[in-house]
């Protein structure tokens, strides 16, 4: 299994890296739109038959109102950390997973745009597939970053959202 570093690359303040120590897990948060081919050759590998990804983007609706734009805030550090908490924990219940790619974007991001990326790759299709499940229900409880939705109708009714499976209801911003 990998172990944790406590290593942090900043690029330009605004892309976040941190890495297990042999490179298995790579947890991003960015301020850039999610570069979905990075991301695969991050994990791409010949002695894996499967790639399994999942990409959240920002869509045109929420209860019925338009929705123009998502905002994304971070608690950055801890957030990563939890993140590559996720990824050695989908490895130790996954053993066959060979690389795990999250990438979670913060600040503005349009709708058809991604917000988050995941993408897992093995030897076979089932433990990538199942993996990447498991991975986008524990990042949204755990992770501490929250979403704002902007909408087209009422600035006033524009507010940030809880997760309705976040465990933990003391990380919400107001």
């Not at 890296?17 to 991050?42: A, F, G, Q, R, W």
């Not at 299709?125 to 755990?142: F, G, H, N, T, W």
């Amino acid at each position: 299994m990998a172990s944790i570093t406590n290593s942090i690359d900043v690029k330009d303040n605004t892309h976040h890296h941190v890495h297990c120590n042999n490179n298995s897990v790579h947890s991003i948060i960015t301020s850039n739109k999610l570069d979905i081919s990075e991301y695969y050759n991050m994990v791409v590998d010949s002695s894996c038959g499967a790639i399994s990804s999942f990409i959240g983007t920002t869509r045109d609706n929420f209860d019925g109102k338009e929705v123009v734009q998502l905002e994304y805030e971070a608690y950055i550090p801890m957030a990563l950390e939890e993140m590559k908490k996720i990824g050695l924990s989908v490895m130790k219940k996954w053993p066959d997973i060979f690389k795990i790619v999250f990438a979670h974007r913060i600040g503005i991001v349009p709708v058809l745009e991604g917000s988050i990326a995941i993408y897992i790759s093995s030897p076979h299709r089932k433990a990538s597939l199942d993996a990447v499940q498991y991975s986008i229900d524990e990042l949204k409880a755990r992770v501490p970053i929250w979403k704002k939705e902007i909408y087209n109708d009422n600035e006033s009714d524009n507010m940030w959202k809880k997760n309705p499976v976040q465990k933990r209801n003391d990380i919400i911003k107001e």
